[in-house]
């Protein structure tokens, strides 16, 4: 299993900023793929795990009757709450791997996790908390992850300029490999979904900005020799692109 910590030494609120910037080139169909597996509505009460900066959560703030988002990083804690209003909406400080002793005024109809479960150092056993913490008849948790061959054109050149580090290159396994059998072992019925979807950068000063937000495993002391790699395939193509692969699991009880 990748490390959880070195993993989440991307996450600070300014490179998550620059990221979701970039990642805006290939947000409508993601966000259409999340919303519908989501399904929120005014009845649900709703855990967000990682919410980072708040990109699904202060959407479905305005839909549903109350949601708790769960985050490790203070920082990134101090960054949504200077976003977010409202008496339904709670953000509380812990790890997802302490789930089942955190005290977050479940139960929930709604759990999710959007890109954030592998930084978890025991998915399998967020799942089993997560399905204590449901209850109702339209409960579910949702799960957004990496799934297989994402960014693999990325990661290949990437290697071609600076060793990557194990965690990053197994993050696109861990779905699969981890979460899709604790999902079929622990509830009663469980959907997947695909999506397919490309991030496309029109400007090597684009994709460079996407660089330097994906610290630290694109290295800041190989930056030069990364702009010279990314500028002759920007001659040669002109464009880059990076396809994105993610598996949509629902699971309930």
Same mark, same amino acid.
């Given at each position: 299993?990748?490390?959880?910590?070195? @993993?989440?030494?991307?996450?600070?609120?300014? /490179? !998550?900023?620059?990221?979701?910037?970039?990642?805006?080139?290939?947000?409508?169909?993601?966000?259409?793929?999340?919303?519908?597996?989501?399904?929120?509505?005014?009845?649900?009460?709703?855990?967000?795990?990682?919410?980072?900066?708040?990109?699904?959560?202060?959407?479905?703030?305005?839909?549903?009757?109350?949601?708790?988002?769960?985050?490790?990083?203070?920082?990134?804690?101090?960054?949504?709450?200077?976003?977010?209003?409202?008496?339904?909406?709670?953000?509380?400080?812990?790890?997802?791997?302490?789930?089942?002793?955190?005290?977050?005024? *479940?139960?929930?109809?709604?759990?999710?996790?959007?890109?954030?479960?592998?930084?978890?150092?025991?998915?399998?056993?967020?799942?089993?908390?997560?399905?204590?913490?449901?209850? *109702?008849?339209?409960?579910?948790?949702?799960?957004?992850?990496?799934?297989?061959?994402?960014?693999?054109?990325?990661?290949?050149?990437?290697?071609?300029?600076?060793?990557?580090?194990?965690?990053?290159?197994?993050?696109? /396994?861990?779905?699969?490999?981890?979460?899709?059998?604790?999902?079929?072992?622990?509830?009663?019925?469980?959907?997947?979904?695909? !999506?397919?979807?490309?991030?496309?950068?029109?400007?090597?000063?684009?994709?460079?900005?996407?660089?330097?937000?994906?610290?630290?495993?694109?290295?800041?002391?190989?930056?030069?020799?990364?702009?010279?790699?990314?500028?002759?395939?920007?001659?040669?193509?002109? *464009?880059?692109?990076?396809?994105?692969?993610?598996?949509? @699991?629902?699971?309930? /009880?």
């Amino acid at each position: 299993m990748p490390e959880a910590g070195a @993993l989440n030494r991307v996450n600070t609120p300014e /490179r !998550l900023r620059q990221r979701v910037a970039c990642n805006l080139l290939a947000s409508v169909d993601f966000d259409r793929f999340v919303h519908d597996l989501l399904e929120p509505s005014g009845d649900d009460i709703a855990l967000d795990i990682g919410p980072g900066l708040g990109k699904q959560l202060i959407p479905i703030a305005a839909t549903v009757r109350r949601i708790v988002g769960l985050d490790s990083s203070p920082e990134m804690i101090a960054a949504l709450g200077a976003r977010i209003s409202g008496p339904n909406v709670e953000v509380v400080g812990g790890s997802m791997d302490d789930l089942a002793d955190l005290d977050l005024g *479940g139960p929930f109809t709604l759990v999710y996790s959007v890109y954030s479960l592998y930084y978890s150092a025991d998915p399998a056993r967020v799942v089993e908390a997560v399905a204590r913490l449901l209850e *109702g008849p339209r409960a579910r948790f949702v799960v957004v992850a990496p799934d297989l061959g994402n960014n693999l054109e990325w990661y290949s050149d990437l290697a071609r300029i600076h060793d990557l580090p194990t965690d990053v290159l197994e993050v696109s /396994r861990i779905c699969r490999r981890v979460v899709l059998p604790a999902f079929l072992d622990v509830f009663r019925t469980v959907k997947r979904s695909l !999506l397919r979807s490309e991030l496309r950068f029109p400007t090597l000063e684009d994709l460079m900005r996407y660089y330097d937000a994906c610290a630290p495993y694109c290295l800041a002391e190989r930056r030069d020799e990364a702009q010279e790699h990314f500028r002759a395939k920007f001659e040669r193509e002109g *464009g880059y692109r990076i396809s994105r692969r993610s598996l949509g @699991l629902i699971g309930r /009880r």
